[in-house]
Every structure is written in C-alpha cells, then in structure tokens.
C-alpha cells in the first residue's frame, strides 16, 4: 500500500539502518511513479539532503537507480529482475489457493497485483470449462476497466485515485467500461461497502469478474475470479464472494509466514 510522501518509515528493530533507507527511497519513488527529484525524497523522507544524495549514488552504481538527463532519478533496470523473480514466487505461494477457488466456483481464478499505475497478473488457475478469456498471466491492464482494478484501489484516497486516472486515462474496453472518474469513485465506494468489487462486461464483453483484496497483504494484491456472464449471476455472486474473501485471508496468511520466515 502507498504511503504519504510525509510518512517516514519505521526502523526495523535489528535492522541495518542504511539498508532500510535504501529500501524506503526506492518504495518512495515507486510511489511518485518511478521518478524524483533529490529534494523531493529528502523532504518526503525527512533524511538530510547529504544522506539522501550518497544513498541515491550508491543505488545508481548498483544499477537500482539510474540519474535522468533532467538530473532526476528514476527506478533502474536491476530492479526488473528482481520483481519478475517475485512475482514469480508469488505466482507460486497463491496457485493452491487459486486451485481452491477453482474447485469451489468452478470458474477461472487469477491473483493480480498493483504496479505503478496498472493492475498485472501474476497467477492463474484455469476454469475447467473451455473459454478463453483476457486474463492471462503477465498481462498488464488499467485499472478502470478490471475488478482486480477496482479491488486494487478501493483503499487508495479519492484524490490519488483522480491522479492515477489523470496519468493513464480511462478508455473504453467495452460499451460498458467505467470512463467517468466521479462514476469511477462511486464504484470504488461500493466496493468498500459490499467488500467486493466486479467487472460486468466492462473489460471484456461476456465476462464477468468477482475480485477482493488481499488483506495486509506487502504490496496490494486482488484475487478474482471470471467467467461468462450467464454463469457468474447475481445468485452466483452471493455464493463465490465468501468463498473469494476467505481464501483472500488464507493467502494473506501464508504471504505473512512467509516474510516472517524470510525475517528470521
């Protein structure tokens, strides 16, 4: 989950100090979008300009960071590795999970994470029914148009959600697609209030999907399921959804053992 640019990060009790700041400049940038300025982290952080200036020097020599010609730091190409072999590994923690919500729904079940400003997917357990849907693993979508989107979102403040749209736009997938930011915003109100969010037609025409957050999850996650519209009912919704919210806390569970694990 995003952070305000005013909030520090609180230090790990053992932790190596240089190594946490390191990591909290980089969540910073990703949460300004992948590029910053020196004085920008600094006031964000509340570190002196001299510790942020050798921290960002040290991550550009690594790789992690890269200075653009504007003379602002961007995200650097080292990190990329890093976050496929992630996701990779994420993808794998929450295919039993998704295994179960197959059985269970008998519809397709796919896990999805936020990235800058587009929801990708990092796992999939396919429907036992033959029907080639959109989402397929590694596929990156807009959030306005999806229900993992909309799950993604729904805890994000109004006004981040505007700037968010403002940067990729809301095009229309589908006659139905949500392209309104105030209509938009009243979907994500409804999404906190049912606890759930859906996609009805609005990516794909003929498909509906059922998505909930990932609670506490390290970085927001939605799990979801889809199928076609005649299946995935309204009578379908009020059985699947707390099927979906409970394996969403399953998997909650199993990511936090896992960090914990990692930790020790």
Partial sequence: MPRSTDEPRPPAGG??????????LLERMADAG????????????????????????TLVATGYVRQQPNRRYALGPRLIRLGESASRLLGTWARPHL?????????????ALLDGDEAVYVAQVPSRHSMRMFTEVGRRVLPH??????????HLP??????????????????????????????LAAVRADGYAVDD???????????????????????SI????????????????????EVA???????????AGAAD
């Fill in 145 to 154: 148009s999806t229900g993992v989107g909309k799950a993604l979102l729904a």
């Fill in 201 to 223: 037609n609005e990516q794909e025409m003929g498909v509906r999907c059922l998505a909930v957050p990932v609670p506490d999850a390290p970085t927001a996650a939605a799990v």
């Fill in 158 to 187: 109004d006004e981040e959600v505007r700037a968010l749209l403002a940067r990729t736009g809301m095009p229309a997938a589908t006659e139905k697609t949500i392209t309104s930011p105030d209509a938009f915003l009243k979907a």
């Fill in 15 to 24: 932790g190596v100090q240089s190594l946490e700041r390191a990591f909290d």
């Fill in 249 to 259: 806390r399953e998997l909650s569970a199993a990511l936090t053992d896992a960090a």
């Fill in 99 to 111: 295994a179960r919500l197959v059985e269970e729904t008998g519809e397709t079940a796919n896990m």
């Fill in 34 to 57: 992948g590029e910053v300025g020196l004085s920008e982290l600094a006031a964000g952080s509340g570190l002196p300009l001299p510790t942020i200036h050798r921290l960002v020097r």
């Fill in 226 to 245: 889809s199928g076609p519209a005649g299946r995935v009912t309204q009578a379908a919704t009020e059985r699947i959804v707390p099927v979906l919210q």
